[in-house]
T-cell receptor, first 110, second 113 residues
Framework: EDQVTQSPEALRLQEGESSSLNCSYT??????LFWYRQDPGKGPEFLFT???AGEEKEKERLKATLTKKESFLHITAPKPEDSATYLC???????????FGAGTTVTVRA | DAGVIQSPRHEVTEMGQEVTLRCKPI?????LFWYRQTMMRGLELLIY????????DSGMPEDRFSAKMPNASFSTLKIQPSEPRDSAVYFC???????????FGSGTRLTVV
């Protein structure tokens, strides 16, 4: 069975204090690893898909990287509006469902 | 596009009652997914459809749950009879192709008392 483990569970940052979130995974035949952002009371919002080890993608202050066993979401010089729960998910090559991790809740203080 | 539309946003019902959740996917999206989110278990897939056909319903907890997709623009998730342990946020999501990132709706918060 697919396993997705995110760490830490919660992260409190000062505005401008860069940090990284980890997503380690075990899946039989990875098609893609997905990152989502979820704000309170809302549905998850798609950020990135990574398909192969070594791939990197960026969006504003966020950068996602992928290895064969884990993915990192780097937040550079965060702002309070980056406060959210960040979810990662894996998709198998023979299926289209996403298996999600429990998420990392990021709080950025001004 | 208005995105994925779910209704109702909130539902409070008594144990034993039937509950129907509704979803309108984004036009042109061939895949539709139903997820449930709780603090204890996170996001769990219940069922997904491709071109209105159920593909994987292994996540449906028991026979009390059923889902239908009568056409490309509408899906329902029904719980009958409802139980307090069904209390959760239920999300619908759609995707143009299965391998693309999903677009989620805003969810239905279900409380069974």
């Amino acid at each position: 069975e697919d396993q997705v483990t995110q760490s830490p569970e919660a992260l409190r940052l000062q505005e401008g204090e860069s940090s990284s979130l980890n997503c380690s995974y075990t899946v039989s035949g990875l098609r893609g690893l997905f990152w989502y952002r979820q704000d309170p009371g809302k549905g998850p919002e798609f950020l990135f898909t990574l398909y192969s080890a070594g791939e990197e993608k960026e969006k504003e202050r966020l950068k996602a990287t992928l290895t064969k066993k884990e993915s990192f979401l780097h937040i550079t010089a965060p702002k309070p509006e980056d406060s959210a729960t960040y979810l990662c998910a894996v998709q198998r090559s023979n299926d289209y469902k996403l298996s999600f991790g429990a998420g990392t809740t990021v709080t950025v203080r001004a | 596009d208005a995105g994925v539309i779910q209704s109702p946003r909130h539902e409070v019902t008594e144990m034993g009652q039937e509950v129907t959740l509704r979803c309108k996917p984004i036009s042109g999206h061939d895949y539709l997914f139903w997820y449930r989110q709780t603090m204890m278990r996170g996001l769990e897939l219940l069922i997904y459809f491709n071109n209105n056909v159920p593909i994987d319903d292994s996540g449906m907890p028991e026979d009390r749950f059923s889902a239908k997709m009568p056409n490309a623009s509408f899906s329902t998730l029904k719980i009958q009879p409802s139980e307090p342990r069904d209390s959760a946020v239920y999300f619908c999501a759609s995707s143009p192709q299965g391998s693309y990132g999903y677009t989620f709706g805003s969810g239905t918060r279900l409380t069974v008392v």
